[in-house]
């Protein structure tokens, strides 16, 4: 069979007949765009909140600031690495480099374009692919999730333990949401080969039909990559920084790689799974017949992962970060119901259509409609019923817990013996202080 019409239809049997050579100049040209890409992102967000914040951004190193990431990463590079005394110093050591590794795996199966001619070999715009590539996306992230809990663990502080246990919880909970989220893909594609997803998607994208399952991974690939509103491993105000606090230098700095590299992988793989891959869109498509052959596809392709990362961008600029109850009320109680309910419509329409021909997606659309009706109806439901009720006085004791804390919105602030009580004695242990520190001191 043609290589191109092999790759047109998602045929495997196109993978793994490149010679040596061009497999590892695939694998090296993959990694050094990853950097560059995590290099042109960063500078990217900077500009971008800059504009929301009506700032200017990095406009000093090289034309527009392009060269501040550059700067920013020699500087990394140069700065001495400080290992806690208590650390573990292998695992300590190991972490980020678990975490960076992990992250450039996740590409491999990615499909960035189709049949091309390199040095006079056919061969597809993608490193492998496998029948199960969308499990070993999942397996390897998951990989990478330990590289974060095991450097919060190794680095023998408190801050960074907590920050590991969050990003610990924060994998269980949005992970099983992003698996889920998978689910209905593969059984409206009937594969789990990320060229046979994108080869299925040339009439429709499946955001459109499987719009709930594409709003849920939206949410959880957030929530994955610990970014903002989500980023309760690396909270700032409570945790210092999270699980990196003890680390600095070029160890510090594979984190960061990893974190921008991951937001690219998700971006990656939404646009592989939900908006056609390397395929252009429709406009352009049936205006220009030659838009999907030859290296046109990986502009198609950047401009999709971009559009996902300003989301990104513009979800850091402006939400703030959720409370930690919040955050896994919402990842167990909203996003995994809904998904096994998502998955059990997509998968009953699915027998119908195989067994009376029942258009399948046009009913998935209107369904999908429905379901985020009530989904928001519930919500605002939630919180109304979340909400204290006008003019309810509540008795709010400032130091229940043992450390005053300030009220809740609705709750009544009110001095109860206790908090007379220890600001009683607070005061007498202060004028005690002052008196024995004044009798302590000498006498000129």
């Not at 070993?136 to 809990?149: D, F, R, T």
Request: one cysteine or more; charged letters at 15%; proline letters at 6%.
């Amino acid at each position: 069979m043609n290589p191109l019409i092999a790759a047109a239809q998602g045929d495997l049997t196109i993978f793994g007949k490149d010679p040596f050579w061009l497999v590892l100049i695939k694998a090296v040209v993959l990694f050094l765009a990853l950097v560059l890409l995590t290099l042109f992102t960063t500078w990217f967000e900077r500009r971008v909140v800059a504009r929301m914040q009506q700032r200017s951004g990095p406009n000093r190193v090289g034309p527009a600031g392009l060269l501040q990431p550059l700067a920013d990463g020699i500087k990394l590079a140069l700065k001495q690495g400080i290992s806690p005394v208590n650390a573990d110093t292998v695992i300590y050591l190991l972490a980020p480099m678990i975490a960076a590794a992990s992250a450039v795996m996740v590409f491999a199966v990615i499909p960035v374009g189709p049949v091309v001619s390199m040095f006079g070999v056919q061969s597809p715009l993608q490193l492998t692919d496998f029948p199960v590539s969308v499990l070993y996306v999942l397996a390897i992230a998951s990989v990478g999730i330990y590289g974060i809990v095991l450097a919060g663990w190794s680095s023998g502080s408190t801050y960074s333990l907590l920050g590991g246990l969050r990003s610990s919880a924060q994998m269980i909970s949005y992970e099983i949401a992003m698996g889920l989220s998978f689910v209905a893909v593969f059984l409206y594609a009937g594969s789990m080969s990320t060229s046979q997803i994108v080869a299925g998607q040339t009439d429709i994208w499946y955001a459109l039909p499987l719009c709930v399952s594409f709003v849920i991974y939206l949410i959880s690939m957030v929530g994955e990559t610990n970014r903002a509103p989500f980023d309760l491993p690396e909270a700032e105000g409570e945790l210092v920084a999270g699980f990196h606090t003890e680390y600095s230098g070029l160890r510090w700095a594979m984190f960061f790689l990893a974190e921008y590299v991951n937001m690219i992988n998700v971006a990656a793989v939404a646009t592989t799974l939900f908006l056609g891959g390397w395929r252009a869109p429709a406009p352009i498509s049936t205006v220009w017949p030659g838009a999907n052959e030859g290296w046109w596809p990986i502009l198609w392709f950047l401009g999709k992962v971009f559009a996902i990362l300003f989301v990104f961008v513009w979800l850091r600029g402006t939400l703030p970060r959720l409370r930690y109850d919040q955050f896994m009320k919402f990842g167990w109680r909203v996003l995994i119901p809904v998904s096994i309910l998502w998955i059990l419509a997509v998968a009953a329409f699915r027998g119908i259509k195989n067994e009376y021909g029942l258009d399948m997606r046009t009913t998935l659309i209107v369904i999908g409609l429905g379901l985020a009706i009530v989904a928001v109806i519930a919500f605002l439901f939630d919180l109304r019923r979340a909400a204290p009720e006008s003019g309810a006085d509540e008795v709010f004791d400032p130091f229940a817990g043992g450390y005053p804390v300030p009220p809740l919105p609705g709750q009544e602030f009110t001095v109860t013996r206790r908090a007379k009580a220890t600001v009683t004695s607070a005061v007498i242990g202060a004028e005690e202080l002052i008196v024995s520190e004044a009798l302590e001191a000498p006498h000129e």
